[in-house]
């Protein structure tokens, strides 16, 4: 009968090294939810790590240098979060703007963002240098309104920009203060306009001029009901199961609960250990079972 005993030394070697990674397991997991992105705070329902956040909002930030908002039309900074108004203000690169005029771009947002976080109500696109068989100047001229009692004339006077429409055209070319809803479903082509700019908190703009706006996009959301200040007291993070997207109240690197963590008012229900630690466990009690099996081969033929 040959011998074992490589075999099982080569086992024993094997199970002490387990046994030490199964030590550092908490260490080697995954960090928690990340909630800073540069300077800027990443609160619930938003998360720019995958299970962290609302799932409704999964993905929709993404942090590399900055914060930036993701969507179909292309990557917008995030210039501000207010947590307690539910509001974000992102800024189009591409954007034209008192100050610069850049070639015209379409700001899409997906059916899921339009319906979770849409622009706010007092967030208005100002099409620019319109042609005049642009349909918001005929079959759909009701989609352009009055705002705060501004013109085209004053826009075009007051900005260095959009001064060059003017100068070209020895005349004010049409342009139109519209909602995100014309330049959702007409792209700048269709629209015939050739530049854009947006501006939010219309509604403290009367009496001020171009130079004083504030250009970008504000967009509103509202919070899921889902438990997530329960999880917050007890010290956990909300998070969501990236399979079921049913809310997770994350305690730890390995450590997750449906509703809090153990150390708050309540003993934390339905945790569970990290699949790695799971498999991890299973690996080193097969081995187990086959050093013992080796052992009592071993035995018996001595």
Known sequence: MPSHEPFLLLISNLLQRLALLLLLLPSLTLS??????????VKYPFGID??????????????????????????YKVQSIDYDKH????YDPAMSTCSILQPHHDFVMSEVQYA?????????????????????????????????????????????????????????????FTGY???????????????????????????????????GIKLSYSVPDSGCERCERSGGTCGFDVETQGMVCICSSTLNSTRECASGSVTATGETRTRSAVLLQTLVLLLVAVYGVILYDHDVYL
């Open 32 to 41: 928690l939810c990340r909630d800073f992105c540069g300077n800027m705070a």
């Open 181 to 215: 809803n014309t330049v959702k479903y007409m792209s700048m082509n269709i629209l015939d306009c050739s530049h854009y700019t947006s501006v939010y908190n219309t509604d403290g703009l009367k009496g001020v001029g171009p130079l004083d706006w504030l250009y």
């Open 87 to 90: 509001t974000v203000v992102i």
């Open 116 to 176: 979770i976080i849409p622009p706010s109500p007092d967030t208005i696109f100002s099409l620019l240098n319109c042609s005049i068989d642009s349909p918001v100047l005929n079959h759909y001229k009701s989609l352009c309104f009055n705002f705060s009692g501004h013109t085209c004339d004053e826009l075009y006077g007051a900005c260095t920009s959009f001064r060059l429409f003017h100068l070209l055209s020895n005349t004010t070319p049409p342009c139109c």
């Open 50 to 75: 995958d299970g962290c956040g609302a799932p409704q909002f999964n993905k929709m930030l993404n942090c590399s240098t900055d914060l930036f908002f993701q969507t179909p039309s292309g990557n």
